[in-house]
């Protein structure tokens, strides 16, 4: 079994920045990709970033781009960098882990946290 942990949401202010972070325990897989995914009010769970096993691949939903930075800072730990935050990337901030290659559908990730809440006021 492997328990997945997210840190770092909070309340800010429209153009701050905020730092997130996954942290994996228990069994280890060998390579395993990570995942970020937000679920507003009222709305479904939505892909956010994803990075694979050693960091060298990312992907990002569009409306992040340029302001998200996911990074594997190693085998069990991700953190998701977000800068210049809007009141659309208020939500709760779900991380989660499959083994094998980077996926960007919720459906194809195993393991998921409880999530940690991001509010950003306008």
């Known amino acids: 079994q492997v328990q997945v942990v997210e840190s770092g949401g909070g309340l800010v202010r429209a153009g701050d920045s905020l730092s997130l972070s996954c942290t994996l325990s228990g069994r280890a897989f060998v390579r395993s990709a990570m995942g970020w995914f937000r679920q507003a009010p009222g709305k479904e769970r939505d892909f956010v970033a994803a990075i694979n096993y050693n960091g060298g691949i990312t992907h990002y939903e569009e409306s992040v781009k340029g302001r998200f930075t996911l990074s594997r800072d190693n ?22 882990v499959r083994a094998g290659i980077i996926e960007n559908d ?17």
Do not use: E, F, I
């Not at 085998?75 to 009141?87: D, E, G």
């Not at 919720?106 to 306008?122: E, P």
């Open 75 to 96: 085998a069990a730990r991700s953190t998701l960098q977000m800068n210049s935050l809007k009141p659309d990337d208020t939500g709760v901030y779900y991380c989660a």
């Open 106 to 122: 919720s459906r194809s990730y195993d393991y998921w946290g409880q999530g940690t809440q991001v509010t950003v006021s306008s």
